[in-house]
């Protein structure tokens, strides 16, 4: 079993920048995809951003495409979200996610982070 813990959420104004971190415990991320998924007060949680686990293949919400980026270092164990160019409708928290399948029919959940983006 994984543990998965996020850091870096915070306040920041619109169009400024934050790099999330998903640290992994437990078991190597590269047993599992990896991926980055957020809810909004009010709205149901969505997907944001996935990476293959050998690192070769990320997938990322229309959304944010462009934006954003995943990445994975495995000798940290540890899984990151850059985001760029951020907007007020970013604001949520964001939880890190582990599955052995792409589409995360089951997967391990952190405990989430707070991104705020203010106008």
């Known amino acids: 079993q994984v543990q998965l813990v996020e850091s870096g959420g915070g306040l920041v104004q619109a169009g400024g920048s934050l790099r999330l971190s998903c640290a992994a415990s437990?078991?190597?991320?590269?047993?599992?995809?990896m991926g980055w998924f957020r809810q909004a007060p009010g709205k149901e949680r969505e997907f944001v951003a996935s990476i293959t686990s050998s690192g070769g293949i990320t997938y990322y919400a229309d959304s944010v495409k462009g934006r954003f980026t995943i990445s994975r270092d495995s000798a940290k164990n540890t899984v990151y979200l850059q985001m760029n160019s951020l907007k007020p409708e970013d604001t949520a928290a964001y939880s890190c996610a582990a599955d052995t399948n792409r589409i995360f029919p089951r997967p391990y959940w952190g405990q989430g982070t707070q991104v705020t983006v203010s106008s």
């Open positions: 437990g078991r190597t991320i590269s047993d599992y995809v």
